[in-house]
C-alpha cells in the first residue's frame, strides 16, 4: 500500500508545465483540421468520427481546453464540445467501470452526435443488458448527445492502474485521463457557456456548446440532462488518432500503442 500511495502521489504532482506544453502541441494540430477519427485495436471495434466547430480567427480562438493543474489535478488532457452533426460512429470498451459499476463490451452507436443504439455482455439477454444501460448510462432518455471528446494524456497513471491492478479504484478525474474519452450528457461548460474560458495561451476556448445545449437560450428543460459520463478507451485497446483536415491532410496523434506526434514522445516513456 506505501508503494501504491507513493505512486498516486506521484501521478498527482506531475510537471504542470512539460503537460502544458506537450498539451498544447496537440492543441495545436487538434486546431487546424476539421474532424478527429478515432478507431479501435485488435477486437476493440470502435470506429468514430468527430465534428469540430469552426474556427472563425484561429489567432483567438481554441476547440480544446489545455486542461492542466489550475483546471484540475491531476493533469492530464485536452477537451472539447463537439459539433452533434457529423459526429457518430462506433464507441466500444471491453472493460470498463462507470460509476462503481463494470460494463463488459460496452458498444454505444452514435448518429447525430446522439446514442442510437446500445448493448454490453454483463448479462445473458440481451434485453437484461439493454436496460443496464438505460439505467445506468442514459437514464431513460430516449437519445443521449456526446457532450465532450477527449485525449488523455496521462501515461503514468495508466500504467500504475496496470502494474498495481487498481483501474476500478482511480477516482474519475484520474480514470478518464488514461486514453481518449467520451462524455455522454452535458457539455463540460453546462450552466456557465456564456463565460468566456481561455487557455494558458489567452485564446478563448469556442466549443462551449453543442446544438442541444444551445436550447438553453429558449428552453433549459430541453437543454440539459443533468449528468456527464465519461467513458474512457484504453491505451492498449486504442488503434488511432487521427486528424483530418480540410485540404486533405491526415496528422496522426497516436498510433501502434503510442503517441506519434511530434513534441509528445515523452508521453511514451511510460508505455514503454
Known sequence: YEEIFREI???????????????????????????????????????????LHELTDPKKQTNFENCVADVNIPVGEVFTSPQLAGTGGILHVKKVYLNGLQFRDLKLVFDCGQVIDYTCSNFKTEEENRKYIEDNILHHHPKIPMGEFAIGTNTTAYVAALKYGIADKLPILIAEKMGPHFAVGDTCYSWAEDTPVYNPDKKEIIARDNEISIRRKEDPGEAYFGHHLDITIPYDELGSIEVQCADGRRILIFADGKFVLPGTEELNRFLN
Not at 17 to 37: G, K, M
Open 9 to 51: 502521489v506521484k501521478i498527482n504532482t506531475l510537471d504542470y508545465h512539460l503537460y502544458q506544453e506537450i498539451q498544447q502541441t496537440i492543441i495545436n494540430t487538434l486546431d487546424t483540421c476539421e474532424w478527429v477519427e478515432v478507431k479501435g485495436r485488435g477486437d476493440n471495434e470502435t470506429d468514430l468520427l468527430i465534428h
